[in-house]
């Protein structure tokens, strides 16, 4: 006979959601399920990651009832609905879910839930400092604009969050779809959870290696799956980050060493990875001729080992994987949307 967990124990779940796969690491296990090709359009762009998310809790639970499938975030919609009706319906979908086996919530306080957030679908920005800006309402106000400059409307619903910094300093903000982050709330509740918190991999990632970047210009790459993500630093101070998909015939190293050299010349940093020093690697430093020591890049996540091969061995550093419990994940399982079987405050953490 199985015994009751200890009264006052409560698990932790921690949760990759990517559009391609969800991660999933429970009791020092950690498993990958795929996520199922979104079908149709107007759906947003994370229903099917939400969707198989909700078909993996299940499983952690109790085998779901045939009578009372998880919901698919990403079925088929009709024609005349827009994205903003297949969000809502999404999260009205998800309300419905049954709520968890009674026999665990008696036994079990709500186990915590911890989901991180892949680059897929969050955008980020450094906010130049502006002494004019005292207050986090102005700096949220400032980012926001910024945004719907870069992506338009569809900036109006995202959920914002600006890391904090010293004065004096760039800061980083992270954008994601507030729907999504609904999404997330109203699965949680439905099958029993606590929601800890939501942040995206790049700010989990650097929090985590930020010990490990030295003073001077620094890159910090997170490459995971197709995707790269580049944080460009000068004395440990953000200036930019950037972003890059890679196609199925892309060169990881090429890709990366171009995001680099592109996002330092746009800071107003000159990075050469073949010489020892650079110069104009700070505002004015190259009318007055001033130079400091080479660049340096480091690169965590899945695909982190495929763009080392493009940099000089002494200049770049493999960090391993972007978050501790994400080393050694396992292969890529068939479960999917569509299957029965079961500190100060970071940018982007938005619970």
Same mark, same amino acid.
Request: net charge neutral.
């Given at each position: ?202 700010? /989990? #990632?650097? $929090?985590?290696?930020? +010990? =490990?970047?030295?003073?001077?210009? @620094?890159?910090? !790459?997170? &490459?995971? %799956?197709? *995707? ?18 890679? /196609? #199925?015939? $892309?060169?990881?190293? +090429? =890709?990366?060493?171009?995001?680099? @050299?592109?996002? !330092?010349? &746009?800071? %107003?940093? *000159? ?37 080392? &091969?493009?940099?000089? *061995? ?38």
């Amino acid at each position: 006979m199985p015994l009751a967990p200890a009264a006052g124990f409560r698990e932790r779940i921690r949760v990759l959601l990517a559009a391609d796969r969800i991660v999933r690491w429970r009791q020092g296990d950690c498993q990958t399920l795929r996520v199922a090709a979104p079908t149709g359009t107007g759906r947003p762009n994370w229903a099917a990651a939400v969707a198989t998310l909700a078909t993996a809790l299940a499983a952690d639970g109790e085998t779901a009832s045939p009578a009372s499938p998880a919901p698919d975030a990403a079925q088929q919609h009709t024609p005349d609905e827009s994205a903003g009706d297949e969000a809502s319906a999404a999260l009205t979908r998800l309300a419905s879910l049954p709520s968890a086996p009674a026999r665990w919530l008696k036994h079990w306080q709500a186990p915590r839930l911890e989901i991180v957030v892949a680059e897929h679908f969050a955008r980020w920005l450094v906010l130049p400092w502006q002494a004019e800006i005292s207050t986090p309402a102005e700096s949220e106000a400032f980012a926001r604009h910024r945004l719907r400059e870069i992506y338009g409307e569809a900036a109006r619903g995202w959920s914002i969050v600006c890391a904090e910094r010293p004065p004096g300093e760039g800061t980083p903000v992270c954008a994601i779809d507030s729907a999504l982050i609904e999404a997330l709330h109203a699965l949680a509740r439905a099958r029993g959870y606590a929601l800890e918190c939501v942040h995206p991999l790049f700010g /989990a #990632a650097a $929090d985590h290696w930020r +010990a =490990a970047l030295p003073r001077g210009l @620094v890159g910090f !790459a997170v &490459a995971e %799956g197709d *995707a790269l993500l580049l944080g460009l630093l000068h004395d440990r101070r953000w200036h930019a980050i950037q972003r890059a998909s890679l /196609a #199925a015939d $892309d060169d990881p190293g +090429a =890709a990366l060493a171009g995001l680099f @050299v592109r996002t !330092a010349l &746009a800071a %107003g940093f *000159a990075a050469d990875f073949g010489s020892e020093s650079t110069q104009g690697t700070t505002p004015g430093a190259a009318q007055r001729g001033t130079t400091q020591a080479a660049p340096r890049l480091f690169v965590c996540g899945n695909a982190a080992a495929r763009c080392m &091969a493009a940099f000089p *061995a002494e200049r770049c550093r493999l960090l391993g994987s972007a978050l501790p419990w994400l080393a050694g994940v396992a292969g890529v399982t068939g479960l999917s949307a569509a299957s029965p079987t079961p500190r100060q405050r970071s940018a982007g953490e938005v619970v």
